[in-house]
């Protein structure tokens, strides 16, 4: 599958620390991240990274950073405020992690981090606690795919604390992937 490159728009880039068991290749992976902040309002210049890694490694950074216990999906660590962003429905519009506002230049403006723990989408995709549901049986792939878009709208604004956070998050999901796919079908 060839992916375009585009000279302008917000870029991700792919970092795979944990190899195998998943079908998708970085191409893939970045075309849907960028797809993603692209439709979610992120600056043009703006860059996020997505690393792929084990459960040992997504349970350390949950323990350290969220202060939980065990492995989790996906973790997604935002360096720009909700307020940069659209206003998105059921999502507070105040400053959540009180950083000061990046200086915006012509330079690359990191977006944050988005780290994706390939056991669990393995895991949960196959035993069918996977999707938007938690109870979904697919593809790896197809639970891939979704974690990396659900972490990088967290990147840009999005989230799901409230109900109507949650059903706006998880159509815009929805939307995204199934753009993703027909853009899959025709070779973009």
């Known amino acids: 599958m060839l992916f375009r490159s585009r000279s302008s728009g917000p870029r ?32 043009k210049h703006g860059e996020a990274v997505v690393t792929l890694v084990d459960d040992q490694e997504i349970a350390l950074l949950n323990e350290t950073q969220m202060q939980k ?10 360096l720009l405020e909700p307020t940069w962003y659209p206003v998105r429905p059921g999502t507070a519009r105040r400053a959540a992690h009180k950083v000061a ?6 330079e690359t403006l990191p977006l944050g981090d988005v ?9 949960q995709a196959r035993d069918g606690s996977g999707g938007t549901d938690g109870a979904t049986r697919h593809a790896p792939a197809d639970e891939l795919r979704l974690l990396a878009v ?4 967290h990147l840009c604004g999005w989230d799901h604390r ?19 796919a027909r853009a899959m079908r ?3």
Do not use: K
Not at 170 to 175: G, I, K, M, N
């Open 12 to 43: 991700a880039r792919v970092v795979r620390r944990r190899r195998g068991g998943i079908s998708v290749t970085s191409a893939e992976l970045r075309a849907l991240v960028e797809r993603t902040l692209r439709v979610s309002g992120a600056p």
């Open 69 to 78: 216990h065990g492995a989790t999906d996906v973790l997604s660590f935002p």
């Open 101 to 106: 506002a990046p200086i915006v230049t012509s």
């Open 115 to 123: 780290v994706i723990s390939v056991d669990r989408a393995i895991a």
């Open 150 to 153: 659900h972490g990088a709208l």
């Open 162 to 180: 409230t109900r109507a956070g949650r059903t706006a998050m998880w159509a815009e999901q929805a939307r995204i992937l199934r753009a993703h």
């Open 186 to 188: 025709v070779g973009r």
